[in-house]
């Protein structure tokens, strides 16, 4: 079976610090790859997905992720935090030709005012 | 902008009772998905329709939930009995299966509180 792994659990920084989430996944071929937001008491949010051309891609809300295939990574950053981003992110991945999503563990961020 | 429609949004309900939540994907998404979220983790595939069919209901607890697709349009997930355990967020997906760009479209969820 596919995995996705969000190593970071539980992140907590100060407004004006850079994030950096980490996402890695286990599928040998070519994937599709997404990073989902949910804020406290709502639903999960598109904020970037990658299909293929540039790695680096640029999502919502100041949101950047880069695909490194090498490494089987897609991490997620963002240079200078707010406090409403205050949330769960999550990692998904879509092997291409399969119809099927598979999602990491998600990662809590906390950021303090 | 075409959304996932779910309802309820929340649901309350005592154990041993039954529950039905109710999807409208994307029109023209021919793929449909039910999850589960418990509070703190990731979704969890409960079901997968493409069109009318299930095409993965492995992790889908069959001895309590059935999920249908009749018209290969709407959803219904139902629970009975519903459980203490059962309490989570179930969510809808739909995608369009589009191989190079494919994509999922999620509703708002059902909030499950089982008393």
């Known amino acids: 079976a596919q995995s996705v792994s969000q190593h970071n659990h539980h992140v907590i920084l100060s407004e004006a610090a850079s994030l950096e989430l980490g996402c890695n996944y286990s599928y040998g071929g070519t994937v599709n790859l997404f990073w989902y937001v949910q804020y406290p008491g709502q639903h999960l949010q598109l904020l970037l997905k990658y299909f293929s051309g540039d790695p680096l891609v640029k999502g919502i809300k100041g949101f950047e992720a880069e695909f490194i295939k090498s490494k089987f990574s897609f991490n997620l950053r963002k240079p200078s935090v707010q406090w409403s981003d205050t949330a769960e992110y999550f990692c998904?991945?879509?092997?291409?030709?399969?119809?099927?999503?598979?999602f990491g563990s998600g990662t809590k961020l906390n950021v303090k005012p | 902008e075409a959304e996932v429609a779910q309802s309820p949004r929340y649901k309350i309900t005592e154990k041993s009772q039954a529950v039905a939540f109710w999807c409208d994907p994307i029109?023209?998404?021919?793929?449909l998905y039910w999850y589960r979220q418990i509070l703190g983790q990731g979704p969890e595939l409960l079901v997968q329709f493409q069109d009318e069919s299930v095409v993965d209901d492995s992790q889908l607890p069959k001895d309590r939930f059935s999920a249908e697709r009749l018209k290969g349009v709407d959803s219904t997930l139902k629970i009975q009995p519903a459980e203490l355990g059962d309490s989570a967020m179930y969510l809808c997906a739909s995608s369009p299966m589009d191989r190079a760009h494919n994509e999922q479209f999620f509703g708002p969820g059902t909030r499950l509180t089982v008393l």
């Open positions: 029109s023209g998404h021919a793929t």
């Open positions: 998904a991945v879509n092997p291409y030709n399969f119809n099927k999503f598979y």
